[in-house]
């Protein structure tokens, strides 16, 4: 399975930045997709994730200015899920790694910067 992820960059603070993150590969339907965060010297951290049914998840610190989403088609989830950042701060600075998880395999993107500056 392969992740490509698009978006990220430099924002100031109280900017808004798009993320998204397209898989390919044997992919079972049942999976959960979601974004984590990591900074240097720490633990990789949940931002979001989203089941191929839909349900959401979010890690605390997101709550209420982060949105995962996935593309849906004929009511049959795609491999490709957005995470929409609004009301950035300078703590949101991290790379951004996009996941996807089935009962086979559990993958990784190479990671993408987001920097949110003061």
């Known amino acids: 399975v392969q992740l490509v992820e698009s978006g990220g960059g430099l924002v100031q603070a109280g900017g808004s930045l798009r993320l998204s993150c397209a898989a390919s590969?044997?992919?079972?339907?049942?999976?959960?997709m979601g974004w984590y965060r990591q900074v240097p010297g720490t633990e990789r951290e949940l931002v979001a994730s989203?089941?191929?049914?839909?349900?959401?998840?979010?890690?605390?610190s997101v709550k209420g200015r982060f949105t995962i989403s996935r593309d849906f088609a004929k009511g049959v989830a795609k491999d490709t899920v957005h995470l929409q950042m609004n009301s950035l701060e300078p703590e949101d600075t991290a790379i951004y790694y996009c996941?996807?998880?089935?009962?086979?395999?559990?993958?990784w993107g190479q990671g993408t910067q987001v920097t949110v500056s003061s």
């Open positions: 996941n996807l998880r089935d009962r086979i395999v559990n993958s």
């Open positions: 989203i089941t191929d049914r839909g349900v959401r998840n979010y890690g605390d």
């Open positions: 590969g044997n992919i079972f339907s049942t999976n959960v």
